[in-house]
């Protein structure tokens, strides 16, 4: 079992900027990948950013130049920086975590004002 505690979401205006947090614990030491999904009202979850155990990255072309994965591994942390955020950023963002299972925290609001 791994458990994921996300943090950092919150309200921010247009062109702000936001760090999310997802705290791993638990059986992580097969985890080969994390990422970020979110879902917007009335939207499918959808992949922002992910990041594999050898540090290689993908993102949505949407946030492409605006957001980053990082992770620190000796906090078993995963962190999406997210820098000039748009109103159509907001959602509920979700941390995700594959081993040999898939695994999802609770999800945290970010909310982007006009």
């Known amino acids: 079992q791994v458990q994921l505690v996300e943090s950092g979401g919150g309200l921010v205006q247009a062109g702000g900027s936001l760090r999310l947090s997802c705290a791993a614990s638990g059986n992580i030491f097969r985890i080969s990948r994390m990422g970020w999904y979110r879902q917007a009202p009335g939207k499918q979850r959808e992949l922002v950013a992910a990041?594999?155990?050898?540090?290689?990255?993908n993102y949505a072309d949407s946030v492409k130049g605006r957001f980053t994965i990082s992770r620190d591994n000796a906090k078993n942390t995963v962190y999406l920086q997210m820098n000039n955020l748009k109103p159509e950023d907001t959602a509920v963002y979700y941390c995700?975590?594959?081993?040999?299972?898939?695994?999802w925290g609770q999800g945290t609001q970010v909310t982007v004002s006009s």
């Open positions: 990041i594999r155990s050898g540090s290689t990255t």
């Open positions: 995700n975590a594959d081993n040999l299972m898939t695994y």
